[in-house]
């Protein structure tokens, strides 16, 4: 079983920043892919961005050039630096452990509790 722990979030105004942290109990963190989500309000959860073990990484087009996806094997953390923020970036973000291929992240049923981001105007 793996835990996924998230951190971070809260409210902000609009332009500002937050960094979200997802800490993973599995041993073996460095060999999975891992990505973050986001589900806003009557809307269905969408990936935000993924990175691979190798550090590969893919991102929705509604975030690139704002968010950066990044992790550290030594502390089995991933994290989402996340500028320039926009109230329609409001949502709960999840953690996510899955695999990466192809230019493309495919999550496995492992999911953290979820962090709420609430971005004012």
């Known amino acids: 079983q793996v835990q996924l722990v998230e951190s971070g979030g809260g409210l902000v105004q609009a332009g500002g920043s937050l960094r979200l942290s997802c800490a993973a109990s599995?041993?073996?963190?460095?060999?999975?892919?891992m990505g973050w989500y986001r589900q806003a309000p009557g809307k269905q959860r969408e990936l935000v961005a993924g990175?691979?073990?190798?550090?590969?990484?893919i991102y929705a087009d509604s975030v690139k050039g704002r968010f950066t996806i990044s992790r550290d094997n030594a502390k089995n953390t991933v994290y989402l630096q996340m500028n320039s923020l926009k109230p329609k970036d409001t949502a709960v973000y999840y953690c996510?452990?899955?695999?990466?291929?192809?230019?493309?992240?495919?999550?496995?049923?492992?999911w953290g509790q979820g962090t709420q981001v609430t971005v004012s105007s």
């Open positions: 599995r041993s073996t963190f460095s060999l999975n892919a």
């Open positions: 990175i691979s073990s190798g550090g590969s990484t």
């Open positions: 996510n452990l899955g695999s990466y291929g192809r230019g493309s992240y495919f999550p496995y049923d492992y």
